[in-house]
């Protein structure tokens, strides 16, 4: 799976959008681009995944660049509780192919 | 919403004794996976898990781990004689049928060994 690099930290004011990029200059047709968040120490948790287009769901957008080489998770209205470590994963499209978690970016949500 | 349960939350053991750690994933999945942290590191996997055979597994899944799925719910990552060294957080995940579905994790067992 191809690698990915992430700032290791940013913040952002509550109410703000908070736009996180990852790189994946590697990335082959076949890999997808998934955003997990961590909060403190409990389970990673799923947020948005895509393959070229760019994605919505209730939680957040992706936009990914047409070349494919980067992405941008994008939070529309930071709060406090988004507080975490956001981790951009590379995986392939095989069914049982694994995660692998980098170091991510860890967002930090102020007043 | 459906999500992957694991229990127990906190389990304290002593070194060289059997763990046994549980997960309940999410009822339609049919991919499951152990993860680790060990605290202030990586989140790492360990194992995958499709059709009641092991699918891939790291170099830290050696013979002192063992996955099982012994009924139609639940899905077990056993150590048998537990080093300090495996003190961490274990994931557990599952993920459903289609190829590009994602993994939906649990919020872990915390496994301390004294």
């Known amino acids: 799976d191809a690698k990915t690099t992430q700032p290791p930290s940013m913040d952002c004011a509550e109410g703000r959008a908070a736009n996180l990029p990852c790189n994946h200059s590697?990335?082959?047709?076949?890999?997808?681009v998934y955003w997990y968040r961590q909060i403190h120490s409990q389970g990673p948790q799923y947020i948005i995944h895509?393959?070229?287009n760019n994605e919505t769901n209730e939680m957040a957008s992706l936009i990914i660049t047409e070349d494919r080489k980067s992405s941008t998770l994008i939070l529309p209205h930071a709060t406090l509780r988004d507080t975490a470590v956001y981790y951009c994963?590379?995986?392939?499209?095989?069914?049982?192919?694994?995660?692998?978690f980098g170091t991510g970016t860890r967002l930090q949500v102020t007043l | 919403e459906p999500e992957v349960t694991q229990t127990p939350s906190h389990q304290v053991t002593q070194m060289g004794q059997e763990v046994i750690l549980r997960c309940v994933p999410i009822?339609?999945?049919?991919?499951f996976y152990w993860y680790r942290q060990i605290l202030g590191q990586k989140v790492e996997f360990l194992v995958s898990?499709?059709?009641?055979?092991?699918?891939?597994k790291s170099e830290i899944f050696d013979d002192q781990f063992s996955v099982e799925r012994p009924d139609g719910s639940n899905f077990t990552l056993k150590i048998r004689s537990t080093k300090l060294e495996d003190s961490a957080m274990y994931f557990c995940?599952?993920?459903?049928?289609?190829?590009?579905?994602?993994?939906?994790f649990g919020n872990g067992t915390r496994l301390t060994v004294t």
């Open positions: 995940a599952s993920s459903a049928r289609v190829s590009d579905s994602p993994l939906h």
């Open positions: 590697t990335i082959s047709g076949n890999e997808y």
């Open positions: 895509g393959l070229k």
């Open positions: 994963i590379v995986k392939s499209s095989g069914t049982a192919s694994k995660l692998t």
């Open positions: 009822s339609n999945h049919l991919y």
């Open positions: 898990f499709y059709n009641n055979e092991i699918s891939e």
